[in-house]
């Protein structure tokens, strides 16, 4: 099993339109949980942290679920340029200090 | 503010060749450093850390290695590439002390190995 698994996708989506990813995590030590973003080609980047309580930003909603290990992403009134991959990311402390594992990413296309 | 780079962006390599990439962070003292792999269609493979200067932490065996040389300065090494090194690498960094929990990635480097 993958430490963190999402589907792929894609979402195909019209402008205006509200989606909803999810993302289930296999290790129950890990504590903290983001959403990244990344376009094609190009390098991710930090989108939100996913706090315990769950959390907006604009358009954005992250949500956790700790008993059931999964993460969720909702955006509302998607935008063309909301089009990108949606990296899921779990953080897990080791010794060796801040390790992220990385789900492979579920891709979204918004379209007129 | 804090800016991370990585030289070259894209390369192309022939089997058997040796590789070096290079990032360098601006603006932070003593980050943790790391290299990513993503190969395509595939999430992204953590490699290499560091915490320190000459302090490397490997996370796969692999053909390839890692140094640290200065403080804001990480290295990727290859003495001769195979067609499996063929990715996008990404130099990540997390700076201790503004406490955040989690990273931010340069623009990486493409490598083509034919």
């Known amino acids: 099993r993958k430490e963190v698994e999402q589907d792929p996708g894609p979402f195909n989506v019209p402008e205006g339109a509200t989606v909803a990813f999810n993302c289930t995590y296999s290790?129950?030590?890990?504590?903290?949980f983001f959403w990244y973003r990344q376009d094609c080609r190009k390098e991710p980047k930090l989108l939100m942290s996913?706090?315990?309580s769950g959390n907006e930003d604009g358009r954005f909603t992250a949500q956790l679920n700790r008993a059931s290990q999964y993460i969720s992403l909702l955006i509302r009134d998607s935008k063309l340029s909301d089009s990108a991959t949606y990296l899921c990311?779990?953080?897990?402390?080791?010794?060796?200090?801040?390790?992220?594992?990385f789900g492979t990413g579920t891709q979204l296309k918004v379209e007129l | 503010s804090q800016t991370i780079h990585q030289w070259p962006a894209t390369l192309v390599q022939p089997v058997g060749s040796p590789l070096s990439l290079e990032c360098t962070v601006e603006g932070t003292s003593n980050p943790n450093l790391y290299w990513y792999r993503q190969a395509a269609g595939r999430g992204l493979q953590l490699l290499f850390y560091s915490v320190g200067i000459g302090q490397i932490s490997s996370e796969v065996p692999q053909n390839l290695s890692a140094s640290r040389p200065q403080d804001r300065q990480f290295i990727l090494s290859s003495k001769k590439l195979l067609l499996s090194d063929s990715g996008f690498y990404l130099c990540a960094w997390r700076d201790l002390g503004q406490g955040k929990e989690t990273q931010y990635f340069g623009p990486g480097t493409r490598l083509l190995v034919l």
């Open positions: 996913v706090y315990s």
């Open positions: 990311v779990v953080k897990i402390l080791t010794g060796g200090g801040n390790k992220l594992t």
């Open positions: 290790n129950s030590a890990s504590q903290s």
